[in-house]
């Protein structure tokens, strides 16, 4: 194998450029030749290969985002699509795609890998909803964004004896949700993968109000049966039972923008190398993560469409902390 490429795709998050930075340096520390492909899989498509050296990559590790740019390519979707993109691949002489991304951008390089490509997949999301890694990069730094928001909001709710109900990224995964809510010592949580309903929250709340407490914090997942905003819609009728004066932070996309964290920064250059291994090895078709502290890869036929389990134990933990 003499020529690679790298592409950053999906949501974009805090450790990308971190991963691009390790598969370029791993990789010409090899002997390869290293291109970066800007926009993910539009990139591909559109054939645009940028020759990367190791110097190109120089002061970009403490950076948010992805210096390539990350798009979401509906074309990529479609069987032409991505038969446009294996033209170029071929056509411009690569040998080995390395696919940054989280769940989508993953079941997108696991169809690249079955036309035949040598494809390897970097765990990398905010959500932390892809099996075969038990940390993806940009988590880390995205739960303390959440958790410095929910220290903040807990300062300014004392002084108003408020209770906030905060949201937080994280799709149809209540990880980011759950330990945020643990970290920041919230009276509860809302996730995906429990039905809480709104009445159980009032409760709560009241419960909270009664013991004296001078503050409240919900941490609601975005992808959880009632959002903030729903929530908010029920809370304002049932004022009177709450007790506390009740205020919404959406984080959103303020949970992306951070400097990786150094959790990030080192996860992300463990990836970025092993994807370079892996493909040097000649172990195609799979997804390089971290499993049980350490680094594995894991075939993506087995990641791609699978649910990753929330941790029952954190969540029990998460109610007898309240
Ligand atoms: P993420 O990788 O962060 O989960 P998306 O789900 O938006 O982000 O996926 C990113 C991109 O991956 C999509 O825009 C598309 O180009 C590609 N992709 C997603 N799902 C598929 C699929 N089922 N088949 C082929 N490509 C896909």
Not at 199 to 215: D, N, T, W
Not at 257 to 271: T, V
Not at 292 to 307: E, F, I, R, Y
Request: with cysteine.
């Amino acid at each position: 194998m003499k020529k690679i490429a790298v592409l950053t795709s999906g949501g974009d998050a805090p450790g990308m450029n971190a991963a691009i930075r390790a598969v370029v340096r791993t990789g010409v520390q090899n002997g390869l030749e290293v291109y970066g492909v800007p926009l993910g899989y539009q990139g591909l498509i559109d054939g645009k290969f940028i020759p990367l050296g190791p110097r190109d990559v120089g002061g970009i590790i403490q950076k948010g985002g992805t210096f390539l740019g990350s798009a979401r390519c509906e074309e990529f979707k479609t069987e032409a699509g991505r038969k446009t993109a294996l033209r170029a691949l071929n056509g411009n002489g690569i040998e080995g795609l390395v696919v940054i991304g989280g769940n989508g951008s993953q079941t997108g390089s696991y169809l690249l890998s079955e036309m035949g490509f040598p494809v390897v997949g970097v765990a990398s999301t905010i959500d932390n909803d892809l099996v075969g890694s038990d940390i993806t990069i940009g988590v880390d730094t995205a739960l303390n964004i959440a958790l410095e928001a929910i220290d903040r909001l807990k300062v300014t709710g004392s002084s108003h004896q408020r209770a906030f109900l905060i949201e937080v990224m994280g799709r149809k995964c209540g990880y980011l949700a759950l330990m945020a809510a643990i970290a920041g010592g919230a009276e509860t949580v809302t996730l995906p993968e429990i039905d809480v309903e709104p009445e159980e929250i009032v409760k709560v709340l009241s419960e909270a109000y009664e013991r004296g407490k001078s503050h409240a914090i919900v941490v609601v997942a975005e992808g959880a049966k009632y959002n903030a905003t729903k929530l908010a819609e029920y809370f304002t009728k049932h004022h009177e039972e709450i007790g506390f004066a009740l205020r919404v932070t959406i984080l959103g996309h303020v949970q992306r923008g951070g400097s990786p964290s150094a959790q990030d920064r080192i996860l992300a250059s463990r990836l970025g190398a092993g994807a370079v291994t892996s493909l040097l090895k000649g172990e195609y078709g799979v997804l390089v993560g971290w499993v049980n502290n350490a680094l594995k890869t894991t075939p993506l036929k087995d990641v791609v469409g699978k649910k990753k389990q929330l941790d029952m134990e954190l969540f029990e933990l998460a109610r007898v902390l309240d």
